[in-house]
């Protein structure tokens, strides 16, 4: 699986394999799954926010 992530207008979006499966409001904090298969407590890879 290739996960990859992008922010866009203060919005964070993760992909995998080119399908949106989690997304957050950066300013809020407020966050989506979109694909609960995809991103759930079994996924090897941790996705973060980079630290400021």
């Known amino acids: 699986m ?3 992530k992008e922010t866009k207008n203060n919005e964070l979006y993760v ?3 080119g ?3 989690y997304k957050k409001w950066l ?3 407020e966050s989506k799954v979109f ?4 991103y ?3 996924t090897e ?3 973060k926010e ?3």
């Open 45 to 47: 890879c941790s996705i």
């Open 35 to 38: 694909d609960v298969m995809a």
């Open 50 to 52: 980079k630290s400021k």
């Open 15 to 17: 992909y995998v394999n």
């Open 27 to 29: 300013k809020t904090g």
């Open 19 to 21: 399908k949106l499966i």
């Open 2 to 4: 290739v996960y990859t």
């Open 40 to 42: 759930d407590k079994y």
